[in-house]
């Protein structure tokens, strides 16, 4: 799967703009719906299978990633065995939801139980009649990181001019700074690589001094180090709230839905999911 880091393309890109990471409530609203009994029957079966994008680092390559770990966790929580459908983006989010969490792929394959990394967008959420998104886990943002001693500020975009930086084109980070001020940093954009991570390893070497793509991706390679910083993108078009990213399950599966809620409630409170995060080099939160 090329250019997936967090969703597949710009136009999925757009669609990850929701703000804050909504509040890991105790109870919730969509609960009151008659309950289902897709728990009963996933446990009858004996494993909870979890669909995950392919090739998405740092929350999956090769099956292993902080999706992968709070996948395991989920099933840990039910007494079941894990079985990671990995899959991959189709071209926008509302095919993934289909093929992966109502309806099963053309191909043969899904529906799994469960759909990780959803965004908890509130359009997309009115819009699904047979996908229920819940439970975000994790704020993500489209950064800037730097090389300190190459570059002694970074405050707006114009503090790129004479600095070569790395970015997947064909992500949001890319078309972010791609369309920037009419096109005046395109001269300056290394833009022919799969994702933020590749970007960042560029940063790290010392190829560029600056590298752009999602938080997350710039955190799992550079890991806290202080020769280098990471911001978020200065542009007024990227989402600086960041944006809220959840999982999704049946419309009707709402016994599940509450079984999971509950375990990302404690995953957060006893730190879990920090540790999972922190384990990749990644802030809870990333930026």
């Not at 109870?27 to 996933?42: G, V």
């Not at 395991?72 to 039910?78: C, W």
């Not at 704020?139 to 730097?146: F, P, R």
């Not at 990213?245 to 006893?270: E, F, R």
Request: contains cysteine; charged residues 20%.
């Amino acid at each position: 799967m090329t250019n997936e880091t967090g969703l597949n393309g710009v136009s999925r890109r757009r669609l990850l703009q929701a703000g804050a990471l909504l509040p890991l409530c105790n109870t919730m609203a969509w609960a009151q719906a008659q309950e289902s009994d897709a728990l009963t029957r996933i446990r009858k079966r004996g494993s909870l299978i979890v669909a995950v994008y392919n090739t998405m680092p740092p929350f999956n390559l090769d099956g292993a990633g902080i999706d992968v770990q709070i996948a395991e966790q989920l099933a840990l929580s039910l007494g079941l065995t894990l079985n990671l459908m990995p899959f991959n983006a189709g071209e926008s989010m509302e095919d993934d939801l289909r093929n992966m969490v109502w309806k099963g792929h053309y191909l043969g394959f899904g529906p799994a139980d469960v759909l990780m990394h959803v965004p908890v967008d509130k359009p997309l959420m009115d819009s699904q009649k047979q996908a229920l998104i819940f439970a975000p886990y994790f704020k993500e943002t489209v950064a800037l990181a730097y090389d300190l001693d190459r570059v002694p500020h970074l405050d707006s975009l114009p503090d790129l001019k004479g600095h070569k930086v790395a970015v997947a084109g064909q992500t949001l980070a890319g078309w972010l700074l791609i369309g920037s001020d009419d096109g005046a940093y395109r001269d300056q954009l290394m833009t022919r690589m799969d994702d933020g991570v590749t970007a960042a390893r560029m940063l790290l070497s010392g190829e560029v001094p600056v590298a752009a793509g999602n938080a997350s991706e710039l955190h799992s390679v550079l890991r806290g180090n202080k020769k280098y910083k990471v911001i978020p993108m200065p542009i007024p078009r990227a989402p600086r709230n960041g944006w809220a990213v959840g999982m999704a399950v049946k419309k009707s599966a709402t016994d599940l839905a509450v079984a999971l809620q509950t375990t990302v409630n404690d995953m957060s409170k006893d730190k879990r999911l920090s540790t999972i995060f922190a384990t990749h080099g990644v802030p809870w939160g990333a930026a």
